[in-house]
């Protein structure tokens, strides 16, 4: 999600416009598992036993290399998922109890795309959930980020080499201390396959408006901001599972002016653009980490 760097909704306006998707199954009832029984006349017992058989088959008929992709892609922001998963016309969407998710083949191989919600709570929970149900060797996150005028373009790609959750105030003690503990390095291959700003990555749970920019100019001078790399990216460190994080800017403020404050319209629409391009580099990013 584009996050940090503007304002581009209100509290409000953003919370209808991130309605996570779900799958729904019409009339038929769902035990907890989450699986449709149909069947109203069934026996509780018949219809977890029946529950349990497709549940089993559905399984047996995947391969086992699409239940544990080598790479799975995050992404958070239902704007950005709104775009992704359209791309993929022929993927069987599932859920999860983050969002939705699918396994589609990519530059030949099988990988995971999952929905894990915007903000920081979302990113972290969802994170460690595709890490521990499906045990990937690698996550992507693909999202969009706020640019700082002047030092990046709208519509270049992140790969920060480090994110830091800078929204943190600690009253009792040395903020810069708490802060130190919730930045994550992340490793970048030595060649990239496409031309990439390599820079700090600054996440927090707000916009970032001219006024909050003015701020924290003086101790970060930040490139590009967003809401959810820096929960993915401490997470995935905490678990040890290298993590590629690629953020394309949607919009662009200065000390002056946020062009998407209020103009959420602009936020979506570059977001097109921005996840579309994402998704067709994707099988140059896999090849590198064959």
């Known amino acids: 999600m584009t996050g940090g760097i503007v304002a581009h909704a209100s509290s409000v ?27 109203a006349g069934m026996s509780a017992g018949a219809a977890r036993m029946s529950t349990c058989a497709t549940m089993l088959a559905l399984l047996l008929a995947f391969p086992a290399a699409a239940r544990e992709p080598r790479v799975a892609v995050l992404i958070s922001a239902d704007a950005e998922w709104k775009v992704v998963a359209p791309l993929f016309p022929s993927a069987t969407a599932r ?30 929970g969802s994170t460690q959930y595709v890490i521990d149900h ?17 030092r990046v373009q709208r519509f270049d790609v992140v790969a ?73 990216a401490w997470v995935a460190h905490r678990s040890g599972t290298p993590l590629l994080v690629l953020r394309g800017v949607t919009d662009l403020v200065s000390p002056e002016k946020a062009e998407a404050e209020g103009n959420l319209e602009l936020f979506q629409t570059n977001t097109v653009r921005v996840m579309q391009s994402l998704v067709r580099d994707l099988p140059k990013w896999l090849a590198i980490f064959r």
């Open 13 to 39: 306006q953003r919370r209808r416009s991130r309605r996570r998707g779900r799958l729904f199954y019409g009339a038929a009832d769902t035990d907890q598992t989450g699986c449709a029984l149909g069947n």
């Open 95 to 124: 859920t999860s109890p983050y969002g939705e998710y699918f396994f589609a083949r990519v530059g030949g191989e099988a990988v995971l795309f999952f929905h894990g919600g915007w903000g920081k709570v979302a990113a972290a």
């Open 134 to 150: 499906f045990h990937p060797s690698r996550l992507i996150n693909l999202g969009t980020c706020g640019g700082v005028e002047g």
């Open 160 to 232: 920060p080499d480090r994110v830091v959750i800078y929204d943190i105030a600690e009253a009792m003690g040395d903020s810069a201390e708490a802060i130190a503990e919730y930045s994550t390095s992340i490793p970048l291959p030595s060649k990239l396959p496409v031309p990439v700003v390599r820079a700090t990555l600054y996440s927090a749970d707000r916009d970032l408006t001219s006024a909050g920019l003015k701020e924290i100019e003086p101790r970060y001078h930040p490139v590009a901001v967003d809401w959810e790399s820096g929960a993915i």
